[in-house]
């Protein structure tokens, strides 16, 4: 099964399924069929899981594989590693023609998509995602590696030739991966589907027990929503700002707790919850705050900020997160699930508020 991604840049297929890999050597074959040389870019934990399979479907199209294994999560998204990708890249004499695969994570995924994006001014790649979060991360185009200064902050705009999303791959994810990449469905849900959601709530009571139709289905209508935002507006001037509700809070009490102790979802979770919690006193949301709260609350969320965080600090990142246009916070509000809308917030209101999420 496969859905269409249209940007005003390129068009490309998502494929979603078990063994959807074994799409890739006629995908190859029909759309990429100069590369003379392909190049794996994988992290530690996923080569160990899932390169082989890769390797062996590759196989079949008779071209030169090449592999370069990364380390895993944000040590991945350095200069450093890549500047080895690249290196790597030009002593196996890749060229114009080759081609690059992502095998992982959105950690991956931006990195090698980087990578792509700039080895001789940008060559093909397909995504090969392996993780939950991956729908987000894998569709949309965005590929980045981090500053010192600042997360994501040194990257492209660049489409894959293609996204391959096998779901088999989901069977190793530990459950807090899986926790991270649920709260990007949830968000898809609550910014573009009501039906969804609803759906969403009724089916999913535990990470670990997702069938692999449930998954199917999460991703698959995860992406749509992804793609059409991503469709109408590709540069992010508009509607795509959508796309971070819950980041705002999110992002700078992952920045403050230091990269690893939350993952990305986890901490953006919080920030959805607290932006819920802004919707419905700022712009008459009618939702069933408390009934979401105990959902997420039983699938092992955090729901509120950890005591040691200073509120003020918090402000302060989340006016500098880069979606910030103005002096004042630009917030992501839902009027109603499915209709989001910024939002300037004044700083009195962000504090109180806070204040009312600070952990007992
Ligand atoms: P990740 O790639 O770091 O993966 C998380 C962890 O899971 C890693 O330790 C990885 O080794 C492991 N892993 C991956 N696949 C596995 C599998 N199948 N089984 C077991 N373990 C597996 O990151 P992620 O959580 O997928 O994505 C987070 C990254 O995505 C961040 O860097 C974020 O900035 C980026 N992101 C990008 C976009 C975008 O639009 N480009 C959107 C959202 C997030
Ligand atoms: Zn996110």
């Known amino acids: 099964e496969s859905i269409t991604v249209k940007t005003s840049s390129k068009q490309y297929p998502v494929f979603i399924g078990k063994q959807a890999i074994d799409t890739l050597p006629n995908f190859i074959e029909s759309h990429v069929s100069k590369a003379n040389k392909i190049l794996i870019i994988t992290d530690e934990k996923v080569a160990t899981l899932h390169l082989e399979a890769v390797q062996a479907v590759l196989a079949a199209t008779g071209k030169q ?26 002593s196996q004499q890749l060229n114009r023609k ?10 991956v995924g931006d990195l090698a998509g980087f990578v792509a994006a700039t080895f001789m001014r940008g060559i093909p790649f397909i995504q090969v995602p392996t993780t939950l979060l991956a729908h987000d991360s894998a569709v949309g185009g965005k590929v980045a590696i981090n500053h010192p200064l600042g997360k994501n902050m040194i990257g492209a705009f660049f489409q894959p030739e293609a996204v391959i999303y096998d779901l088999n791959f989901l069977a190793t994810l530990p459950e807090q991966e899986l926790r991270s990449g649920f709260a990007e469905v949830i968000k ?44 109408e507006d590709e540069k992010e001037n508009g509607v795509r700002a959508y796309l971070n509700f819950g980041h705002t809070l999110g992002h700078a009490v992952e920045a403050s707790m230091g990269y690893g102790k939350f993952t990305h979802g986890e901490s953006v979770l919080i920030g959805m919850v607290y932006a819920l919690k802004l919707s419905q006193k700022k712009q008459q949301l009618v939702f069933e705050y408390n009934s979401f709260v105990e959902w997420v609350q039983a699938l092992g969320y955090r729901t509120t900020i950890p005591k040691h965080l200073k509120i003020e600090q918090l402000l302060q990142l989340m006016k500098t997160d880069k979606k910030s246009v103005t002096n004042s916070a630009t917030f992501v509000l839902l009027e109603q699930v499915g209709a989001p809308l910024l939002a300037e917030m004044a700083d009195e209101d962000l504090l109180n508020e806070m204040a009312n999420f600070i952990e007992r």
């Open 65 to 90: 594989v090449f592999t370069h294994i990364v380390p895993q999560g944000e040590y991945a998204k350095t200069f450093d590693v890549y500047y080895e990708c690249q290196s790597y890249c030009l």
């Open 98 to 107: 080759s081609l690059i695969i992502a095998l992982g994570g959105g950690a």
């Open 188 to 231: 898809h849900s609550l910014i573009a589907d009501r039906d969804f959601y609803h759906w969403l709530m009724t089916n999913i009571q535990d990470l670990t027990k997702i069938t692999d139709e449930q998954f199917f289905k999460m991703i698959k209508r995860g992406i749509e929503i992804k793609a059409a935002v991503v469709e």
